[in-house]
């Protein structure tokens, strides 16, 4: 499937969040809102916030699969690091998810 189709999918079950305070500017990767690597920790917030299903559980798939699209965005503009790898990016987009995940438990 196409990722722009995808990330237009997974879009719309965003509420406003491409509007929010804390996104990234997509040349940088730096939030635009605050002088961190994105995603900060209050765009984290505003993901979970936006991944959470009306009846409070969190839609972790979806969360994971847009941090994905995401990622490969970013890895196309990033450089890898010293042995040609992405493993700081990677850590950098999906620790903080596993540990709410972790801490949150599956919903």
Not at 20 to 45: E, V, Y
Request: aromatic share 12%; glycine share 8%; charged share 20%.
């Amino acid at each position: 499937m196409d990722s722009r189709l995808v990330h237009r999918l997974l879009a719309g079950r965003i509420n406003g969040l491409s509007h929010g305070h804390h996104h990234p500017d997509r040349t940088t990767w730096l939030c635009i809102a605050c002088p961190n690597p994105w995603p900060c920790s209050s765009s984290q917030k505003e993901l979970i916030a936006a991944f959470t299903r009306r009846d409070g559980t969190v839609d972790w798939l979806a969360l994971f699969g847009w941090l994905g699209i995401e990622f490969s965005a970013a890895v196309e503009v990033l450089p890898p690091d010293a042995h040609g790898q992405w493993v700081y990016l990677w850590r950098r987009f999906f620790r903080w998810a596993k540990v709410a995940l972790d801490e949150m438990g599956a919903s």
